[in-house]
């Protein structure tokens, strides 16, 4: 599927040619976001996303439960780049393969612990319903501090951003986590 706006691929700004190289120097190629949307923007709105990344490390809450909790809000979008990209970047910093693949399963799944679900119910129903019930919160309180709820609800709000932008603009996974696996192959071979 072609995304709404046709991607540029040379840009003309001497940053974002530096941005361009620097993705293509991470992820193999640039990615589709950064060619449909962030290319046609000033800056100002690249240095906002990067804020958003510079907060996201600030984020005490374990990493592997930031990663699963983001992938949740986008799975439930349906944002194919997040998700992708999501699961690339969670696979090579946390090692949660079993997680992301039984996602779909948390609240049954013996992979997840209590606060897990809990978590991952209130962002569920935050996501999807875009309220959640005070039985919901109750049980997400039970396991969490009030700076760590605060963090989770960061996690969707900002969650949100990338998917809605993604999803408005046509743009879908750019196959990162293929990329991964023919890279691996590669040097395995």
Same mark, same amino acid.
């Given at each position: 599927m072609d995304t709404y706006l046709p991607p540029i691929e040379k840009p003309k700004n001497l940053i974002l040619k530096l941005v361009y190289a620097a993705t293509r120097r991470r992820f193999g190629k640039v990615l589709t976001p950064l060619k449909v949307h962030s290319a046609r923007l000033p800056l100002a709105f690249?240095?906002?996303? /990067?804020?958003?990344?510079? &907060?996201? /490390?600030?984020?005490? &809450?374990? @990493?592997? &439960? /930031?990663? &699963?909790? @983001?992938?949740?809000?986008a799975r439930i979008n349906v944002c194919e780049f997040c998700i992708d990209i999501g699961r690339y970047i969670a696979l090579q910093e946390t090692a949660s393969r079993e997680k992301l693949d039984a996602l779909a399963e948390y609240q049954t799944s013996p992979l997840f612990s209590p606060a897990e679900r809990a978590a991952l119910d209130y962002v569920t129903a935050l996501t999807r319903d875009r309220k959640v019930d005070p039985q919901t919160f109750h049980r997400l309180a039970e396991h969490f501090s009030d700076r760590q709820i605060c963090e989770i609800a960061w996690l969707v709000a900002s969650e949100h951003v990338y998917n809605m932008t993604n999803i408005g603009l046509n743009i879908h996974s750019d196959l990162l986590c293929d990329l991964n696996l023919k890279r691996r192959s590669l040097v395995t071979a």
């Amino acid at each position: 599927m072609d995304t709404y706006l046709p991607p540029i691929e040379k840009p003309k700004n001497l940053i974002l040619k530096l941005v361009y190289a620097a993705t293509r120097r991470r992820f193999g190629k640039v990615l589709t976001p950064l060619k449909v949307h962030s290319a046609r923007l000033p800056l100002a709105f690249g240095f906002w996303y /990067a804020k958003i990344s510079k &907060l996201d /490390a600030k984020v005490t &809450l374990p @990493r592997e &439960l /930031a990663y &699963l909790l @983001r992938q949740q809000v986008a799975r439930i979008n349906v944002c194919e780049f997040c998700i992708d990209i999501g699961r690339y970047i969670a696979l090579q910093e946390t090692a949660s393969r079993e997680k992301l693949d039984a996602l779909a399963e948390y609240q049954t799944s013996p992979l997840f612990s209590p606060a897990e679900r809990a978590a991952l119910d209130y962002v569920t129903a935050l996501t999807r319903d875009r309220k959640v019930d005070p039985q919901t919160f109750h049980r997400l309180a039970e396991h969490f501090s009030d700076r760590q709820i605060c963090e989770i609800a960061w996690l969707v709000a900002s969650e949100h951003v990338y998917n809605m932008t993604n999803i408005g603009l046509n743009i879908h996974s750019d196959l990162l986590c293929d990329l991964n696996l023919k890279r691996r192959s590669l040097v395995t071979a």
